[in-house]
């Protein structure tokens, strides 16, 4: 029993020492736009701030988008500028629009 704490605690100390806990907030604020675009391009799919409280999911291609989804632009503020494209987003197609 006392050998089961022990696993116990020990998975849950490297549970925190990894994850959600030791990411990095990307900010595109405090990236040149072409930083962003870079960054998108290597990741393929990225999680970007574009503010305080705001962030999106940014793709290199469509081939990173779910079913039903579709890339559309992906703008967000940079450093140097107020829209840039840094790729595309994966938007929901819309079914049964039209006339």
């Known amino acids: 029993m006392k050998r089961m704490k022990q696993v116990c605690v020990?998975?849950?100390?490297?549970?925190?020492?990894?994850?959600?806990?030791?990411?990095t907030r990307?900010?595109?604020s405090d990236m040149a736009c072409n930083q962003a675009q870079r960054l998108v391009a290597a990741q393929g799919a990225v999680v970007l701030h574009t503010g305080a409280t705001?962030?999106?999911?940014?793709?290199?291609s469509g081939s990173y988008c779910g079913?039903?989804?579709t890339p559309g632009p992906?703008?967000?503020?940079?450093?140097d500028v107020a829209r840039c494209l840094v790729g595309s987003r994966c938007v929901s197609i819309s079914r049964g629009s039209g006339p």
Do not use: C, K
């Open 54 to 60: 705001t962030y999106d999911r940014y793709v290199a």
């Open 67 to 69: 079913l039903g989804e």
């Open 74 to 79: 992906g703008w967000a503020p940079t450093r």
């Open 10 to 23: 020990a998975l849950g100390f490297i549970g925190l020492s990894s994850g959600a806990v030791g990411q």
């Open 26 to 28: 990307l900010l595109t």
